[in-house]
């Protein structure tokens, strides 16, 4: 069974820095594309960061870029986001999701973490 | 940017009703679009593929189609459960990008 469990969300002041992590288990990580989605509270969903089957192929919404870098440890089957200089309107509920294998590349996402609020404020 | 315009923000309806929902893309991305559920505090959930492909364990009554531009996903006789959220999405190009949902309730 696939599952993405996520941990490492938290209250932090703005210019701080937090990693989020995503634990992939029930499929092998460097199978997929993984990506990083955001919702603020009560607002959509934003795309935020994606990277490659590879380890390469990564990209960024323009909101992060600079700020934000993604990265995986295929060791431990586990997804990263490490978030620098937040501002307060970073503060979202951040989910982890794996990309369907429908096509290659699909960036179209099947299997949902169960999201980890991130919280920026003095 | 690609920008995904979806219609209805909210729709009242009743147990048993045909609901349509209508995303807009301001160009063309092929039928590389997704629809997701979201009910309150859980993630989104996959219910069609590539505008008209159901994902594997979703009702039947959920359907996408697709002309030209513009998306729609109809969920005939609408069931309790379906009470939620809906966003589409369009994989064609980074940034991905989303519609701003349509929330559908009880009338």
């Known amino acids: 069974e696939v599952q993405l469990l996520q941990s490492g969300g938290g209250l932090v002041q703005p210019g701080g820095s937090l990693r989020l992590s995503c634990a992939a288990s029930?499929?092998?990580?460097?199978?997929?594309?993984m990506t990083w989605v955001r919702q603020a509270p009560g607002k959509g969903l934003e795309w935020v960061s994606v990277?490659?089957?590879?380890?390469?192929?990564?990209h960024y919404a323009d909101s992060v870029k600079g700020r934000f870098i993604i990265s995986r440890d295929t060791s431990k089957n586990t997804l990263y986001l490490q978030m620098n200089s937040l501002r307060a309107e970073d503060t979202a509920l951040y989910y982890c999701?794996?990309?369907?294998?429908?096509?290659?590349?699909?960036?179209?996402?099947?299997?949902w973490g169960q999201g980890t609020l991130v919280t920026v404020s003095s | 940017d690609i920008q995904m315009t979806q219609s209805p923000s909210s729709v009242s309806a009743s147990v048993g009703d045909r609901v349509t929902i209508t995303c807009r893309a301001s160009?063309?991305?092929?039928?590389?679009l997704a629809w997701y559920q979201q009910k309150p505090g859980k993630a989104p959930k996959l219910l069609i593929y590539?505008?008209?492909s159901l994902q594997s364990g979703v009702p039947s009554r959920f359907s996408g189609s697709a002309s030209g531009t513009d998306f729609t996903l109809t969920i005939n006789a609408l069931q309790p459960e379906d009470f939620a959220t809906y966003f589409c999405?369009?994989?064609?190009?980074?940034?991905?990008?989303f519609g701003g949902g349509t929330k559908v309730d009880i009338k």
């Open positions: 590539s505008a008209s």
């Open positions: 990277i490659g089957s590879d380890g390469g192929s990564i």
């Open positions: 999405q369009q994989a064609n190009s980074f940034p991905l990008t």
């Open positions: 999701a794996k990309y369907h294998p429908y096509n290659s590349p699909s960036r179209i996402f099947d299997y």
């Open positions: 160009q063309g991305i092929s039928s590389s």
């Open positions: 029930g499929f092998t990580l460097s199978s997929y594309a």
